[in-house]
C-alpha cells in the first residue's frame, strides 16, 4: 500500500477484526478513522447479482467524480465501456474474506489523469460475510481541478491480493496531516462545491 490512506484504513480495519476474518460492520466508529473518511466508501453487496452498491461514500470521493455516489453502482465509477469487469475485484475480497489494493488511473473528460488507489476490504454485517465491503480510494496527489472536472473513467494498472502475512502485525495508527496525499508544497485553494443528491 503506497497511500497513507489505504495504510490508516488497514490498520484500523486489522486492529478491529483480531483473530476473526472481518470485523462486524457496526464496530466501525467514524471518529477513530476521521482522517480518512473523505476518502472512504461502504458497498453494500448482492452477491448473487454480481452486484455492489455505493453505501457511504467520502466529501473528497464524490468531489473527484463531480457527484453524490450514493446508491450508485460500484462498476459504474470505471465509466460505459471498462477493459475489466470491476465485480472481479469486489468477488476476490467476499469469497476469500481477504483484502485487495488496486492501482486505477481516473480521467477526465478533457484527458487529465489521475493516479489513484482502491484498497477493498471484508466486513461482516448481521453474521453475514458477503454483504458489506469497506475500502478507501484516494489520489496519489490532489488536483487543481478537484471538484471542478469530474473522473468520468477509471482504467486497472495493478492488483494486489492482500496475504494473510501483509494482515498480520497492525501498523501503528498515526494521524497524518491535514492532506496526507497532497504534494508537498502545493497551495491548497478553496473551493466551495454543491453535488447533487438526495438527502442521506
Keep these: 500500500m503506497k497511500h497513507p ?18 470485523p462486524e460492520r457496526g464496530e466501525i466508529e467514524p471518529g477513530e478513522i476521521r482522517h480518512v473518511l473523505a476518502d472512504s466508501l461502504i458497498l453494500e453487496i448482492d452477491a448473487p447479482r454480481h452486484a455492489a452498491t ?6 473528497r470521493l464524490c468531489a473527484l467524480f463531480g457527484a453524490e455516489l450514493r446508491s450508485l453502482s460500484f462498476a459504474g465509477l ?3 465501456a471498462p477493459a475489466a469487469d470491476p465485480w472481479r475485484l469486489v468477488e476476490v475480497v467476499i469469497q476469500d ?27 461482516r454485517h448481521r453474521g453475514k460475510t458477503q454483504a458489506r465491503v469497506i475500502g478507501s480510494l484516494s489520489p496519489a ?13 477509471l482504467r ?19 494521524a497524518p496531516p491535514p492532506a496526507a496525499n497532497d504534494e ?17
Excluded at 5 to 22: E, F, I, Q
Excluded at 54 to 59: C, E, I, K, Q, S
Excluded at 165 to 173: G, I, K, Q
Design 184 to 200: 508537498p508544497g502545493l497551495e491548497r485553494r478553496k473551493r466551495f462545491v454543491v453535488h447533487r443528491g438526495g438527502r442521506l
Design 78 to 80: 470505471w465509466g460505459e
Design 97 to 123: 474474506t481477504t483484502g485487495v489494493v488496486v492501482g486505477l488511473v481516473g480521467v477526465t473528460e478533457a484527458g487529465e489523469t489521475i493516479d489513484l488507489e482502491l484498497l477493498l476490504l471484508p466486513l
Design 141 to 153: 496527489v490532489i488536483p487543481t481541478w478537484l471538484g471542478l472536472r469530474p473522473i468520468v473513467a
Design 156 to 174: 486497472t494498472v495493478s492488483l494486489r491480493i492482500l496475504t494473510p502475512e501483509a494482515n498480520a502485525a497492525p501498523a501503528p495508527l498515526a
Design 5 to 22: 490512506t489505504s495504510r490508516m484504513l488497514h490498520a484500523y480495519w486489522n486492529g478491529l477484526r483480531g483473530a476473526r476474518a472481518a
Design 54 to 59: 455505493v453505501r457511504l461514500a467520502g466529501t
